[in-house]
C-alpha cells in the first residue's frame, strides 16, 4: 500500500522541446523516488497498439529527449516510462500526448541578440561618426605591423626569400581572412623591393585567395610580371605533414624574414623555433590563446588576437575601417560594465544572503540564467 | 565593377542569412547554416585538386631545376603516387579506403602516423630551447616569469609537493587567478574583434579578402 501511494506519485509529462525546428519531444518525470535503478521510455501514436522502446532516460534529471527521426510535427505522441526499482518496475503513462512544432524563434539566445543589437549598433555608429570626422579617430601603435616593412626590408638586404606561412584553419577563420590583409602588405613590399616570397598554404581553398592577394599586391606595387603563382604553394591537409614541409623549406631556403599568420595548434613553437634556428626575423599573428605564449618565447614581434584582427584597419587607415575599430572598443567597455555590474551584484548578493536577506542573490542568479 | 560588386552581394546576403539562421530553429532556416557548410564541404572537395595540382607542379620544377634538395621531391613523388593507388585501391576493395587491413591503413598507420608521431616528439627539445630563452633574466619582467615558470613547474610534480606542502596550491592559484584573468581578456577581445570583422565583411566594408 505505502509502495503504491509512493509510486502513484510519480508523473510523466510530454512536451514539444523548446527552442528547436520541430521533430522533438521532451518527456519528463517528475517526484521519482531515489531508489529507482533506470528508467526506460516508450512511444506509440495513434492507431499504434503497442508501445515500442523509444530509449533510455537518465536517472540524473529524469528526462528524455525523443528525436528520433519518425517524429512528425502536429502529430500526437503518447509515451510511458518504465522505472525500475529493485524489486519491481513500474509504468507510467504521460498524462497527455506530446506534440512536436517546430519555433519561429529560440528564446535561449535573447542574450545574444541583445548583445548582437548594441554591439552593431556601436559599430555602425562610429563608421558613420568616422566618415564625418575622420581626423578625429586615434589608433595605438602595433608594433608588429609596422615591423613588417623592417622584416622584408632585411630580407631583401640578405639576399634571402620571404617566408608567409598560413595557419591551420579554413577561410572561414577571421584570423585567416585577417592573414590575407597581412599578406597583401608583405607580398606589395616584397613586389617593391623585388625580393622573393614564398607563402606555404594548409588549405587549398586559403591557397586560392593568397594567390589572388599576392596577384594583387603585385599589380598595385607596379611589378605584375614579377608575380609567380607557384610561389604561393599548397603542402598538406595534415598537421605535422605541413610542419614537416614548412620546417624542411625553411632549412633548405633560409629565408630572411617569417610571417606565421593565422590559427595554429601544436605545431606552432616547432615553426617558431625553427624560423629562429635559421636566424629570420619572425612576425606571427594568432587567434589561438594557447598558441600565444610560444609565438612570444620564440618569436621577434607578435600580433596577440584583436592586433590581428583589426590588420586591416591599421594597415589600409581608411576612416570607416577605423570606425568599426573603434566601435568594437566601446562594445567592450559595455561588456566591461556588464561585467561590473554582475561582480558587484554577486558580490553584494552573497554577502547579504548570508546575512539572511537572498533577494538579492535570486535576481543575481535570475540575470546570470537569462545568459 | 561587377568583379566586386557580385561577390559584395554574394557575402552581404550569405551573411545576413546566415545571421538570422542563428536565432530562428524553424525550417528551412534552421537547417541553412548546415546546409552551407556542405557546400563549403564541395567547393572544399574540388580545390583540393588545385592544390594536389600546386604541389606536384612545384616539386616538378625542383626536380626540373635540379633545385636544393631536389631528391625529397622523388620520395614526394613516390609517397603522393604510393597513397593514390593504395587509396584508390583499397576503396575498391573494401568500399572504404580507411577500413582496416587494407593496404591503404597499413601504410597509413606504419609510416604516416610515427612520422607525425616523431615531428609532434621534436616539440618536447624545441619547448626546451625557447624555455631557457624565454626565461633568462635579462630585466625585472623577464625575472617574473622566470619565477612564475619555476613555482608553476614545480607545483605540478611531486618534488614540489615534497619541498614545500602548499607549493600544488601556489601553482592553482597562479593558474586559476593569475593567469586566467588576462587570458579571458584575451578571449573577449578576439570574440568582439571577430564580431567586429564579421559585421565589416557582411557590410562589404573589409573588402581585402577580394583582392
Known amino acids: 500500500m505505502i509502495l503504491f501511494i509512493l509510486f502513484s506519485t510519480i508523473t510523466v509529462k510530454a512536451f514539444d522541446t523548446p527552442n528547436d525546428g520541430g521533430g522533438s519531444i521532451t518527456i519528463k518525470a517528475y517526484n521519482v523516488p531515489e531508489t529507482v535503478k533506470k528508467a526506460l521510455v516508450y512511444r506509440k501514436t495513434e492507431g499504434d497498439t503497442t508501445y515500442t522502446f523509444a530509449g533510455v532516460m537518465s536517472i540524473l534529471s529524469y528526462r528524455y529527449v525523443d528525436a528520433n527521426s519518425t517524429i512528425k510535427n502536429g502529430k500526437p505522441y503518447y509515451y510511458r516510462v518504465d522505472f525500475y526499482f529493485p524489486d519491481t518496475v513500474i509504468s507510467v503513462e504521460s498524462d497527455s500526448p506530446g506534440i512536436a512544432y517546430a519555433q519561429w524563434y529560440d528564446k535561449t539566445k535573447t542574450s545574444s541578440l541583445i548583445f548582437l543589437i548594441v554591439f552593431s549598433t556601436l ?22 605591423l609596422d615591423a613588417i616593412d623592417e622584416a622584408v626590408g632585411r630580407s631583401t638586404e640578405l639576399g634571402k626569400p620571404t617566408f ?52 594583387q599586391a603585385y599589380t598595385e606595387a607596379g611589378r605584375p610580371d614579377a608575380y609567380n603563382e607557384k610561389n604561393i604553394i599548397y603542402l598538406t591537409y595534415e598537421q605535422f605533414g605541413y610542419t614537416a614541409g614548412v620546417d624542411g623549406l625553411m632549412v633548405r631556403e633560409k629565408p630572411g624574414a617569417i610571417f606565421l599568420q593565422g590559427y595554429f595548434f601544436a605545431e606552432s613553437l616547432i615553426l617558431a623555433e625553427t624560423g629562429h634556428s635559421v636566424g629570420a626575423i619572425q612576425i606571427a599573428g594568432t587567434t589561438a590563446k594557447e598558441q600565444l605564449p610560444f609565438f612570444v618565447a620564440a618569436c621577434d614581434y607578435v600580433l596577440i588576437g584583436e592586433e590581428m584582427l583589426a590588420a586591416s584597419s591599421y594597415i589600409g587607415r581608411e576612416p570607416v575601417m577605423l570606425g568599426s575599430v573603434k566601435g568594437a572598443d566601446w562594445g567592450k567597455a559595455f561588456l566591461m560594465g556588464v561585467i561590473g555590474i554582475g561582480v558587484v551584484l554577486g558580490t553584494v548578493g552573497a554577502i547579504l544572503q548570508s546575512a539572511g536577506n537572498g533577494a538579492l542573490m535570486n535576481v543575481f542568479e535570475k540575470i546570470l540564467a537569462f545568459f | ?47 583540393m585538386l588545385l592544390g594536389v595540382d600546386s604541389l606536384v607542379r612545384f616539386h616538378y ?25 593504395t587509396g584508390v585501391v583499397s576503396e575498391v576493395r573494401f568500399g572504404d579506403a580507411f577500413k582496416i587491413g587494407s593496404s591503404f591503413m597499413y601504410f597509413y598507420n606504419t609510416i604516416l602516423i610515427p612520422l607525425q608521431s616523431t ?6 627539445f624545441f619547448i626546451a630551447s625557447a624555455s631557457y630563452r624565454a626565461f633568462r633574466a635579462r630585466n625585472i619582467d623577464a625575472t617574473f616569469l622566470l619565477v612564475t615558470a619555476v613555482i608553476v613547474m614545480l607545483g605540478r610534480v611531486p ?53
Open chain 1, 123 to 144: 559599430v555602425l555608429v562610429f563608421i558613420q561618426l568616422a566618415k564625418k570626422d575622420p581626423e578625429g579617430l586615434y589608433i595605438r601603435k602595433i608594433p608588429a
Open chain 2, 119 to 124: 615531428m609532434f616528439a621534436l616539440l618536447a
Open chain 2, 61 to 85: 620544377r625542383k626536380l626540373r631545376r635540379r633545385e636544393k634538395g631536389w631528391w625529397f621531391s622523388i620520395i614526394f613523388y613516390g609517397g603522393f603516387l604510393l597513397s593514390f593507388i
Open chain 2, 159 to 211: 618534488v614540489g609537493y615534497m619541498l614545500w606542502h602548499k607549493l600544488p596550491n601556489l601553482t592553482s592559484w597562479i593558474l586559476n587567478v593569475l593567469q586566467l584573468g588576462p587570458m579571458r581578456g584575451i578571449m573577449i577581445g578576439i570574440a568582439l574583434g571577430t564580431v567586429a570583422m564579421s559585421l565589416r565583411l557582411i557590410l562589404g566594408i573589409e573588402r581585402t579578402y577580394l583582392s
Open chain 1, 164 to 215: 608567409f606561412v598560413h595557419g591551420l584553419l579554413g577561410i572561414t577563420d577571421a584570423g585567416t581572412l585577417a592573414a590575407l590583409t597581412i599578406l597583401r602588405r608583405v607580398a606589395k613590399k616584397v613586389a617593391e623591393y623585388d625580393t622573393p616570397i614564398l607563402v606555404t598554404n594548409f588549405d587549398p581553398i586559403v591557397m586560392t585567395a593568397s594567390q589572388e592577394t599576392v596577384k
Open chain 2, 1 to 47: 565593377m561587377l568583379k566586386k560588386q557580385i561577390p559584395l552581394a554574394i557575402t552581404f546576403i550569405t551573411g545576413v542569412i546566415i545571421v538570422i539562421t542563428f536565432f530562428i530553429p524553424h525550417p528551412p532556416f534552421g537547417r541553412l547554416q548546415q546546409d552551407a557548410l556542405t557546400w563549403y564541404s564541395v567547393i572544399f572537395g574540388f580545390t
